[in-house]
């Protein structure tokens, strides 16, 4: 059995298939878990910025630290009362990493389109021709209709706009989503099923949040003034 091939079940374009795993993926944590902050830091770190990442475990790995053009979308900032609203607010969103990237944006597309559109753009400027998603709190458009007649109208339309994730898998280096809710109990992720679900796995456990030792080694003078303050001494 240990020297069986892989079967791949989550992989659906061949180069992805040699080159040896998936690379979209989600991460579910309840809100204030530090998903946001994972977010920028993946941005920094694909983004080329060793800089700021000196005299940390990844500035001593064999990374090669090469620049992507990275698309980042924060969902949070969309939350509307109608669709059309939220389409609004998703293209101005876009408009704006677009120009952050100095590519073109087309106003008249659909959130779909545009957002399509935008993920070519960007891989089509890289040397690379590839391009990194990050997509923070995917659901939060979803979550303040749940159990309102809106709710169908707003699972349709992320649906459309989620879809170009897979449409566009080709050229994508790294996709990472997160969100409070998990996507498989979410139909609009019905078609991406192409994630790796990393909410529950043990390998990314500590990813977000901190492990007790990265507390005492990182926050001993806070842990030693909070103990002063309830009369107990550090063991």
């Given at each position: 059995?240990?020297?069986?091939?892989?079967?791949?079940?989550d992989?659906?374009?061949?180069?992805?298939?040699?080159?040896?795993?998936?690379k979209?993926?989600?991460?579910s944590?309840?809100?204030?878990?530090?998903?946001?902050?994972?977010?920028?830091?993946l941005?920094?770190v694909?983004?080329?910025?060793?800089?700021?990442?000196?005299?940390?475990?990844?500035?001593?790995?064999?990374?090669d630290?090469?620049?992507?053009p990275?698309?980042?979308l924060?969902?949070s900032?969309?939350?509307a009362?109608?669709?059309?609203?939220?389409?609004?607010?998703?293209?101005?969103?876009?408009?704006?990493?677009?120009?952050?990237?100095?590519?073109?944006?087309?106003?008249?597309?659909?959130a779909?389109?545009?957002?399509?559109?935008?993920?070519?753009?960007?891989?089509?400027?890289?040397?690379?021709?590839?391009?990194?998603?990050?997509?923070?709190?995917?659901?939060?458009?979803?979550?303040?209709?749940?159990?309102?007649?809106?709710v169908?109208?707003?699972?349709?339309?992320?649906?459309?706009?989620?879809?170009v994730?897979?449409?566009?898998e080709?050229?994508?280096r790294?996709?990472?989503?997160?969100?409070?809710?998990?996507?498989?109990?979410?139909?609009?992720?019905?078609?991406?099923?192409?994630?790796?679900?990393?909410?529950?796995?043990?390998?990314?456990?500590?990813?977000a949040?901190y492990?007790?030792?990265?507390?005492?080694?990182?926050?001993?003078?806070y842990?030693?003034?909070?103990?002063?303050?309830?009369?107990?001494?550090?063991?």
């Amino acid at each position: 059995m240990g020297g069986m091939k892989p079967i791949a079940t989550d992989i659906y374009t061949f180069s992805n298939l040699i080159g040896g795993g998936g690379k979209q993926f989600f991460f579910s944590r309840p809100r204030r878990f530090g998903k946001s902050l994972t977010v920028t830091t993946l941005q920094a770190v694909f983004e080329g910025r060793r800089d700021l990442f000196r005299g940390l475990a990844i500035d001593r790995s064999d990374y090669d630290w090469k620049a992507y053009p990275v698309i980042r979308l924060d969902m949070s900032t969309t939350p509307a009362e109608t669709v059309e609203e939220f389409n609004r607010q998703v293209l101005f969103n876009l408009q704006s990493e677009a120009r952050r990237l100095n590519l073109p944006f087309d106003g008249t597309l659909t959130a779909a389109s545009a957002f399509q559109k935008l993920v070519l753009d960007a891989a089509a400027s890289s040397e690379t021709g590839l391009v990194v998603l990050l997509v923070d709190e995917y659901d939060k458009p979803l979550l303040g209709h749940l159990g309102r007649p809106t709710v169908e109208a707003f699972r349709t339309a992320l649906k459309s706009f989620y879809s170009v994730i897979k449409a566009t898998e080709a050229v994508q280096r790294f996709t990472f989503i997160t969100g409070v809710s998990k996507f498989s109990k979410v139909s609009i992720f019905s078609d991406l099923n192409n994630l790796t679900d990393l909410t529950m796995d043990a390998r990314t456990a500590t990813l977000a949040g901190y492990t007790h030792e990265e507390v005492r080694a990182n926050f001993a003078d806070y842990l030693a003034a909070l103990g002063e303050a309830n009369g107990l001494r550090a063991s």
